[in-house]
């Protein structure tokens, strides 16, 4: 039971992280294509997402 908690973490730590990597891409305009490109708004919060989603994981693999 234990591990198939940590394995959902996982994977939804992973998607946080990429989907905070969209964004951050879409606010620096990189990633065009949405209402998201060239705000700087996006990119701190896409930053925060991808911060989040690496504490996530980490959390997720501890003992």
Not at 28 to 33: A, T
Not at 46 to 58: E, K, T, V
């Amino acid at each position: 039971m234990k591990s198939i908690v940590k394995t959902i973490l996982k994977i939804f730590a992973i998607l946080i992280f990429l989907a905070g990597g969209i964004w951050f891409l879409q606010g620096i305009n990189i990633l065009p294509g949405s209402f998201m490109t060239g705000d700087p708004q996006w990119s701190i919060n896409g930053g925060i997402a991808m911060i989040f989603g690496a504490g996530l994981f980490w959390f997720a693999n501890q003992k």
